[in-house]
T-cell receptor, first 110, second 116 residues
Framework: GIQVEQSPPDLILQEGANSTLRCNFSDSVNNLQWFHQNPWGQLINLFYIPSGTKQNGRLSATTVATERYSLLYISSSQTTDSGVYFC????????????FGQGTTLQVKP | DTGVSQDPRHKITKRGQNVTFRCDPISEHNRLYWYRQTLGQGPEFLTYFQNEAQLEKSRLLSDRFSAERPKGSFSTLEIQRTEQGDSAMYLC??????????????FGQGTRLTVV
């Protein structure tokens, strides 16, 4: 099955710093989503981005499907950005089943 | 629509007891998924419904697990004879409006199960 690898596994930043999270996947995908898991465990949708570039406020994401990777950029980080970021992909448009990476744990210090 | 809703949010049970969780998806969505997440890991797929039909089950879903979506709306996940290894966060997601290409999935708040 498809492999999804996220890097780095852990990241510590000072408030105001920028960061880039990476997601590599081993096969063609028809869906790619980025999530932020809040302290209570809920997965919050950040981007639905099977290809191309999207921006939402301080966050942006780019997926290069032909090279099998996606990047999540966080600019001017805030303490509320802390948490676990997951990349998830789907290889089947028939089911939409998502395969998750192991996540990147981000800690933003004041 | 208020999004995907799960109930209960937390469940503590004794080993050997049965538990049942409920998921109410986004009403327009015809796909519903259950995932399980253990500490420090990403969520793992358990099972998938399209309308009322259960179309795929993971090998993680042992015989003690059963899921239903009787009318193609809400779904239940039952675990019989719970074991300590069943302790995890159980997440429900829904996606897909027929006729639209977007397959973005949305997740509920999860049910955190602790087996003691």
């Amino acid at each position: 099955g498809i492999q999804v690898e996220q890097s780095p596994p852990d990241l510590i930043l000072q408030e105001g710093a920028n960061s880039t999270l990476r997601c590599n996947f081993s096969d063609s995908v028809n869906n790619l989503q980025w999530f932020h898991q809040n302290p209570w465990g809920q997965l919050i949708n950040l981007f639905y981005i099977p290809s191309g570039t999207k921006q939402n406020g301080r966050l942006s994401a780019t997926t290069v499907a032909t090279e099998r990777y996606s990047l999540l950029y966080i600019s001017s980080s805030q303490t509320t950005d802390s948490g676990v970021y997951f990349c998830a992909v789907s290889t089947s448009s028939n089911t939409g089943k998502l395969i998750f990476g192991q996540g990147t744990t981000l800690q933003v210090k004041p | 629509d208020t999004g995907v809703s799960q109930d209960p949010r937390h469940k503590i049970t004794k080993r050997g007891q049965n538990v049942t969780f409920r998921c109410d998806p986004i009403s327009e969505h015809n796909r519903l998924y259950w995932y399980r997440q253990t500490l420090g890991q990403g969520p793992e797929f358990l099972t998938y419904f399209q309308n009322e039909a259960q179309l795929e089950k993971s090998r993680l879903l042992s015989d003690r697990f059963s899921a239903e979506r009787p009318k193609g709306s809400f779904s239940t996940l039952e675990i019989q004879r719970t074991e300590q290894g069943d302790s995890a966060m159980y997440l429900c997601a829904s996606s897909f409006i027929p006729g639209q290409p977007n397959t973005e999935a949305f997740f509920g708040q999860g049910t955190r199960l602790t087996v003691v």
